[in-house]
């Protein structure tokens, strides 16, 4: 009817990196019906059922409403309801007087991809330019800070070339450790459509598993864990020798081939050893990848989270270099990022290693460009700790302050009791969050109550680089505050200027401008520029339609990359195997995920009874030999362990997985009768160039419980 019509508020999903528009209708001031926004252009309207069930997760139950400090300091002390200024006062005291004693690198920020556009630049703001150190990390270091690092050390800039719409235009999609169905299940929805009006499109699947994505394959690669490098080198070498190589594009544009051609040295025959696939198999996806002129390769987490994700990226982006297939309709590497706002988060600078709009942290000229523009006291002069090592840092003593926003790390991190460790040992833990009890609150000093996605205002950026809008439709309940406005008030207090935003715009107005700062050929070009965008006012910002950048042009279109001189790298790679082996005490192979309907730790999609019935507990998928040899029959519960840690489970049978391997989904905590946190087993190895966590890769044993 016409007045639903009028409340009607534009706004995005809180989940993938898909960022898919949604309209929200205000139905009192605790719930809302939501459903999918047919203008919106990454979406037209569609939801998966995750979206679709936003409505049954509004509501106040297990909010944190009001500030908290814990009696006494101690973990398991009482909580005390206090004023917003006893509660900023206290952490801003304790977190000046550590930096005063023991520097600026003793205190850190631990973020989160969940986070708005406009509250990670503020995040960044204050510990590079004004604490003056880099130690602020976020969860999207577990996620995809292999493809970053991949993209750089390529392209020159974190940079992802490829539009959903090219997905319908492709006529050869490679999927690559990602089961799309159930983690970006619009995207998939895209490619099923598009196969279904063109049958001759190509579907190909490199996943140890048989997923629900597979459903769809026209070929299915199950390659044994960790060896997709091979198989890529191989490709490379394969695609070397034949008519696909585009010889103008190589010697024009790009540098490197001979160096990454002495590393993929390696015939069809050896990388089907290597990777256990059938040679026929090896072989038709490289005649197929070869013939396909309009080919996108897609790559998550199974590519990311690795000892040698890194590698695994650029060995994917090579054989895209090496044809020319990038920055045309149709074709190029794509990254596709798990959280909302992992590409806004990349944008501000909101990793250890980056400075905000994409400038590098590592170049003096860049560091003194931003510092200029912030007229910063300071900047950061080399790079934070990344999210391992900044907790294992923190039980070492060596962090002493630790603000926590919008995660929970005892519960993702990869050995979570670590953090546990670490997190009873610091002198301060805050922790701005929306739910009270978590793994994490437990331990803090400092509770802060933050807006939740139905309140809070601000941006974010989809895996197809598209900034949308996210918009509050229910009024901010009991005292939460937006974690812009938190972060803003704490800096005030320890002295900083630089912070005096009225409003989310405000944020948003100097984030495009810092992003067309000094952003010219003769000066720090690069292609993340959104200084069009910097002049909108507060009713041009609330109104701002969905926009792509760079706006009004494809990425590479004019074959020119982020380098001084302009042309890409081949990135040589050497394959690797994971550095932890099964074998002995630990037999099997532990590979980590998503189920089809649960997000993250389950705070908002736990509450939607609808969400809990596709899968209504954790569980290990286990194959029928490997469980008789284990001792545990489908259905019982078993123990799993590593030699960091346990959990425990439900054994089923099934989910497409091989014999020696296991799965278990990452969503369930510890706040259960039995452990449930599969964090607490992964082993904390991370990727040498992004500090990415092997959470695909770590050996167990599975026992009965
Ligand atoms: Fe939300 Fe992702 Fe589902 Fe879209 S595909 S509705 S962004 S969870």
């Not at 569609?46 to 944190?64: D, I, M, P, Q, Y």
């Not at 969860?139 to 319908?168: I, Q, T, W």
């Not at 895209?190 to 009006?197: D, G, L, P, T, V």
């Not at 309709?329 to 590409?343: K, L």
Request: proline share 6%; net charge negative.
């Amino acid at each position: 009817n016409l007045s639903q019509q009028h409340l009607s508020i534009a706004t995005t999903c809180p989940y993938c990196g898909v960022g898919c528009g949604v309209k929200a209708v205000p139905q009192g001031p605790q719930s809302a019906t939501v459903s999918g926004d047919v203008d919106h252009p990454s979406n037209f309207g569609r939801l998966c059922v995750k979206g679709s069930a936003l409505g049954e997760t509004l509501g106040l139950e297990g909010r944190l409403l009001h500030p908290q400090v814990r009696e006494g300091g101690q973990p398991g002390g009482a909580l005390r309801q206090v004023s917003w200024d006893e509660a900023l006062d206290r952490a801003a005291g304790q977190w000046r007087a550590i930096v005063d004693e023991h520097g600026p690198d003793s205190v850190a920020l631990y973020v989160s991809g969940q986070l708005l556009t406009e509250d990670y630049y503020v995040a960044n703001k204050l510990m590079k330019g004004y604490v003056g150190s880099a130690n602020i990390d976020t969860n999207s270091r577990l996620c995809m800070s292999s493809a970053v690092a991949g993209h750089k050390r390529a392209f020159g800039e974190d940079l992802v070339p490829v539009n959903y719409d090219d997905l319908e235009s492709a006529d050869m999609i490679v999927l690559v450790g990602s089961n799309l169905a159930w983690c970006h299940p619009i995207l998939f929805q895209r490619i099923m459509r598009a196969k279904e009006a063109r049958p001759d499109m190509k579907l190909v699947v490199i996943d140890p598993r048989r997923t629900a994505t597979c459903e769809l394959a026209d070929l299915h690669l199950p390659v044994k864990p960790g060896t997709d490098v091979w198989l890529f080198n191989g490709l490379l070498a394969y695609l070397s020798r034949g008519e696909a190589v585009d010889a103008a594009f190589i010697a024009n544009h790009t540098r490197g081939l001979n160096e990454a051609l002495e590393a993929a040295d390696i015939t069809p025959e050896e990388v089907a050893k290597a990777c256990r696939l059938p040679v026929e198999d090896v072989l038709a996806f490289y005649e197929s990848f070869a013939a396909t002129a309009k080919v996108i390769t897609g790559f998550s987490m199974g590519v990311n989270q690795s000892s040698a994700g890194t590698d695994k990226v650029n060995a994917i982006i090579n054989c895209h270099l090496v044809t020319g297939r990038i920055g045309k309709p149709g074709m190029g590497p794509f990254s596709i990022t798990g959280q909302p706002n992992a590409m806004g988060g990349r944008e501000v600078g909101g990793l250890a290693n980056m400075l905000a709009a994409h400038l590098d942290l590592d170049k003096p000229e860049h560091r003194a460009a931003v510092r200029e523009f912030w007229d910063s006291p300071r900047i950061a002069d080399k790079p934070g700790l990344k999210a391992v090592d900044l907790f294992q840092a923190i039980e070492a003593g060596k962090v002493k302050a630790v603000w926590i926003i919008a995660t929970n790390p005892m519960v993702s991190l990869p050995d979570a009791d670590q953090v546990r460790r670490a997190l009873s040992k610091a002198e301060l833990v805050i922790a701005s969050d929306v739910v009270q009890d978590t793994d994490t609150n437990a331990f803090a000093h400092v509770l802060l109550p933050a807006l939740a996605w139905a309140e809070k205002d601000g941006t974010v950026t989809n895996s197809e680089r598209r900034i949308s809008r996210q918009r509050g439709f229910l009024p901010a309940p009991g005292e939460a505050r937006a974690d812009w406005k938190i972060l803003c008030d704490f800096a005030q207090r320890l002295g900083y200027d630089g912070f005096d935003f009225q409003h989310q715009s405000d944020i948003f107005a100097e984030h495009a401008r810092l992003s067309a700062w000094r952003n010219a050929p003769d000066a720090l070009p690069r292609v993340f520029d959104i200084g069009a965008l910097a002049s909108l006012d507060r009713a041009a910002y609330d109104a701002l339609q969905p926009v792509q950048w760079p706006i009004g042009r494809r990425v590479f279109d004019d074959r020119r990359f982020s380098f001084p001189d302009g042309r890409a790298r081949f990135v040589p790679t050497v394959p690797r195997l994971p550095v932890n082996t099964a074998g002995g005490e630990y037999p099997l192979v532990l590979n980590t995920g998503r189920v089809r309907d649960q997000w993250h730790t389950m705070t908002r999609t736990g509450r939607a009874p609808k969400l809990a019935e596709h899968t209504p507990e954790s569980f290990v998928d286990l194959h029928p030999q490997d469980a008789l040899l284990c001792g545990v029959r489908d259905g019982e519960l078993a123990r799993i362990s590593s030699q960091w840690g346990s959990m425990v489970a439900r054994v089923r049978h099934g989910g497409g997985i091989a014999r020696g391997s296991v799965f278990v989904p990452i969503h369930w905590n510890g706040q259960t009768a039995s452990d449930a946190r599969v964090g607490a087993v992964v082993n904390p190895v991370v990727d040498p160039v992004s500090g990415e966590p092997e959470f695909k890769h770590t050996p167990v044993m599975v026992d009965r419980f």
